[in-house]
């Protein structure tokens, strides 16, 4: 157990919906990270924030958002879903200093667009 | 632009026998390298890091891996597999000049290690 959880743990829902993720970092770990996985595209980052702040971007869509809340738990917000979209999504998290850097992965949402 | 290659879809190893996962990546500054499995339905588990110093790195269950900065590559290692180490394996690197901060990873596509008893 890597100490990220995420809810929900699967999604299927309609094309053209909007889905929120969410997920909660390891405790005192100030980094969040999303990542999505899909079998043409891989293992892809699309966001990251650091302490509600967003840090950098990645491939991440128009039609995706993310926040981190002053608790740390971040959403990743998913609008106007395309069939392409189905995918696992990974949020993952890390204390940033010194010979550090490795990030700690949750188990995953795995969202169905039909 | 950071990438990395696994040019190993699939690597079939007999139990007890040693096994490598190769990787080569490619960054503008100097690296740092990570070594992730994935079981299926899990999220990824971290297994090791290069991030400065000796190039072979040592990590969980057993295995290691070599920095060989002139070659570009972070090979994965084992001395002895086990049937329990089949599953998806992904380098994973990020420019130590990328920014302030750990950015994002960028990861290979994956390969998948199949031990045999």
């Known amino acids: 157990d890597s100490g990220v959880t995420q809810t929900p743990k699967h999604l299927i829902t309609a094309t053209g919906q909007r889905v929120t993720l969410r997920c909660s970092p390891r405790?005192?770990?100030?980094?969040v990270y999303w990542y999505q996985q899909s079998l043409d595209q891989g293992l892809q980052f699309l966001i990251q924030?650091?302490?509600?702040?967003?840090?950098a971007k990645g491939n991440i869509l128009e039609r995706f958002s993310a926040q981190q809340f002053p608790d740390l738990h971040s959403e990743l917000n998913l609008s106007s879903l395309e069939l392409g979209d189905s995918a696992l999504y990974f949020c993952?998290?890390?204390?940033?200093?010194?010979?550090?850097?490795?990030?700690?992965f949750g188990p995953g949402t795995r969202l169905t667009v039909t | 632009a950071q990438s990395v290659a696994q040019p190993e879809d699939q690597v079939n190893v007999a139990e007890g026998n040693p096994l490598t996962v190769k990787c080569t990546y490619s960054?503008?500054?100097?690296?740092?390298l990570f070594w992730y499995v994935q079981y299926p339905n899990r999220g990824l588990q971290f297994l090791l890091k290069?991030?400065?110093?000796?190039?072979l790195v040592k990590g969980s269950y057993g295995f290691e891996a070599e920095f060989n900065k002139s070659q570009t590559s972070f090979h994965l290692k084992k001395p002895s597999a086990l049937v329990s180490d089949s599953a998806l394996y992904f380098c994973?690197?990020?420019?130590?000049?990328?920014?302030?901060?750990?950015?994002?990873?960028?990861f290979g596509k994956g390969t998948h290690l199949i031990i045999q008893p």
């Open positions: 993952a998290s890390s204390v940033e200093g010194l010979d550090s850097y490795e990030q700690y």
């Open positions: 405790s005192g770990d100030l980094s």
């Open positions: 924030y650091y302490n509600g702040e967003e840090r």
């Open positions: 960054v503008s500054g100097n690296p740092y």
């Open positions: 290069y991030i400065t110093g000796d190039n």
């Open positions: 994973a690197v990020r420019d130590m000049y990328s920014g302030g901060g750990a950015d994002g990873l960028t």
